[in-house]
C-alpha cells in the first residue's frame, strides 16, 4: 500500500515557468489536501477536495490551480512561478469517514529563481 | 478561526529523559486532535490521533492527552533516545462538514546522546 505518493520530490523552476505538481492516492479517500511549509510558518493549506469533481479554496490559494478529476489524483498547478512560491508542498489525504486520520505525502522541495 | 500554538519552538533534552510537548488551540470545537512527526526534509508521519471524546492515546513511549474545555494536548515522550530528535507538530481538525487540519508550527526537539 502506497499511500500518498507525490512527484517529483524535488524542482527549480525559472520565474515565469509553470509546472504540475502530481499527487496519487491508493486508499479511496475522498478528501484531498495541498498544503506549504514555509520555515516557521508551519503549513498552510492551500486547496483542498472532497470528493471527484469539487475542489475549494483553502488559506493561500493564489498562485494556484487544482483539478480533480477522479478520486485518486489531485495535481496542484502553477501557472507563473513567482520567487514567493519557493517552499516545501505536501499533499494530503482523508477518509471521509471513520476517525478522519490525515496521511501526508513525503513533499516536493520547490526553488523559483 | 482556529489558532493552534505549540511553545517552545525548539527543545533540546539529554537522552533518557521523559519530556511533555505542549499544543493549545483556541476553539474547543474539534473533532479530533493528531500528533505528527516531521523530520529533517521528510514528510509528516502519523503519532497519535485522539477523538474529541477521548481523553488519551498510547503507542509505544508516546502518550497523547487531550483536554478539550481547556484547549489543550500534550505529548509525553518517555525515555526520550536520540532516534527522538525531530519537530512535532500538532494539528486539530474542527466539527463540521468538510472540515480541515489547522496546524501548530512545531517543535524542534533535540536529544543530546
Known amino acids: 500500500n502506497a499511500g500518498v505518493t507525490q512527484t517529483p520530490k524535488f524542482r527549480i523552476l525559472k520565474i515565469g515557468q509553470s509546472m504540475t505538481l502530481q499527487c496519487t492516492q491508493d486508499m479511496n479517500h475522498n478528501y484531498m489536501y495541498w498544503y506549504r511549509q514555509d520555515p516557521g510558518m508551519g503549513l498552510k493549506l492551500i486547496y483542498y477536495s472532497v470528493g471527484a469533481g469539487i475542489t475549494d479554496k483553502g488559506e493561500v490559494p493564489n498562485g494556484y490551480n487544482v483539478s480533480r478529476s477522479t478520486t485518486e489524483d489531485f495535481p496542484l498547478r502553477l501557472e507563473l512561478a513567482a520567487p514567493s512560491q519557493t517552499s516545501v508542498y505536501f499533499c494530503?489525504?482523508?477518509?471521509?469517514?471513520?476517525?478522519?486520520?490525515?496521511?501526508f505525502g513525503q513533499g516536493t522541495r520547490l526553488t523559483v529563481v | 478561526k482556529q489558532e493552534v500554538t505549540q511553545i517552545p519552538a525548539a527543545l533540546s533534552v539529554p537522552e533518557g529523559e521523559n519530556l511533555v510537548l505542549n499544543c493549545s488551540f483556541t476553539?474547543?470545537?474539534?473533532?479530533?486532535l493528531q500528533w505528527f512527526r516531521q523530520d529533517p526534509g521528510k514528510g509528516l508521519t502519523s503519532l497519535l490521533l485522539?477523538?474529541?471524546?477521548?481523553r488519551e492515546q498510547t503507542s509505544g513511549r508516546l502518550n497523547a492527552s487531550l483536554d478539550k474545555s481547556s484547549g489543550r494536548s500534550t505529548l509525553y515522550i518517555a525515555a526520550s533516545q536520540p532516534g527522538d530528535s525531530a519537530t512535532y507538530l500538532c494539528?486539530?481538525?474542527?466539527?463540521?462538514?468538510?472540515?480541515?487540519?489547522?496546524f501548530g508550527k512545531g517543535i524542534t526537539l533535540s536529544v543530546r546522546p
Open positions: 476553539d474547543s470545537a474539534i473533532y479530533n
Open positions: 494539528a486539530v481538525r474542527p466539527t463540521g462538514a468538510n472540515s480541515k487540519l489547522t
Open positions: 494530503a489525504s482523508t477518509q471521509r469517514t471513520g476517525g478522519l486520520k490525515a496521511f
Open positions: 485522539i477523538q474529541s471524546s477521548q
